[in-house]
């Protein structure tokens, strides 16, 4: 093996570091955490993970080369870069739009502003079949205040969402809530409900879904997080798997973005700050 004599001994004889210990208890944990969640974890999000849940504190290096050496490799997506934001005109209906082209996506406190928008999931043999999930989420702590399904997108669905948040919400209404100009949006019954309640309606430029991303971003998330693991053979067990879901992502998906706390952990902490 072309390898000196010395050499060869002192492998023989080497005692494991503290450090490298270290590196094999995390690249067991990471191991086990990845293995458990079919390898949706990055290195950003593993880092949260191990700083919060165990008793070790890394950084974004050592994890990446712990990874490298384990051969670990998460399943889902790859980091983009950012693009140059496109500067369009300013349009009065998108109240989160600010006068640079940017958006206001981040509050300062909970109920301030509330995104919603429907997506479609698959389900039955070959994906065939079709369920439409409408949703809320709160910009400040991202958790999802409430959802509801029907086969379709229509004005009943999104209102019926819009009143369930209300009432999950014991009450407490947003100041604003932001949605898309699709037409169970732009409906009569909607924002009849909505300037019931004193509430603004913004909504995105056509054809621009940047203007609703922190939505996009959450569908893009369960559905490469969770449910691309998951085959619903009925709609009762599509049902099931979203309120499965829904929980996972408010009390069990860490973000970085929340200092390293769930959705409902963050909310609490809130609380108990202005208690």
Request: a negative charge; proline letters at 4%.
């Amino acid at each position: 093996m072309e390898l000196s004599r010395a050499a060869y001994y002192k492998w023989l004889g080497h005692e494991p570091t503290v450090h490298e210990l270290e590196n094999q208890s995390i690249y067991e944990y990471i191991k086990q955490l990845e293995e458990t969640n079919h390898y949706i974890f990055g290195v950003n999000r593993l880092v949260t993970y191990i700083n919060q849940e165990t008793s070790y504190q890394v950084g974004p290096t050592r994890v990446r080369n712990i990874m490298r050496r384990g051969n670990i490799k998460a399943s889902i997506r790859v980091a983009k870069h950012d693009r140059q934001a496109e500067k369009k005109e300013f349009v009065l209906a998108n109240k989160l739009l600010t006068a640079d082209a940017g958006h206001d996506f981040h509050p300062s406190h909970p109920n301030e502003v509330w995104v919603t928008d429907c997506s479609e999931l698959p389900y039955g043999v070959n994906g065939t079949a079709r369920l439409r999930l409408s949703a809320i989420k709160d910009l400040y702590d991202h958790s999802i205040v409430s959802w509801k399904v029907a086969s379709t997108e229509t004005a009943d669905l999104v209102t019926d969402t819009f009143k369930a948040a209300i009432k999950n919400n014991h009450g407490v209404k947003p100041g604003l809530i932001h949605s898309d100009q699709g037409s169970s949006y732009t409906s009569g019954r909607y924002n009849t409900a909505l300037a019931g309640m004193g509430i603004v309606h913004s909504m995105s430029r056509p054809g621009t879904p940047g203007d609703n991303s922190p939505m996009e971003s959450f569908w893009s998330h369960i559905k490469t997080e969770f449910f691309a693991f998951e085959q619903p053979l009925s709609e009762i067990e599509m049902i099931t798997l979203i309120q499965k879901c829904i929980n996972w992502y408010n009390n069990e998906r860490r973000q970085e973005t929340l200092n390293g706390m769930t959705p409902v952990e963050y909310r609490n902490h809130t609380v108990e700050e202005t208690a």
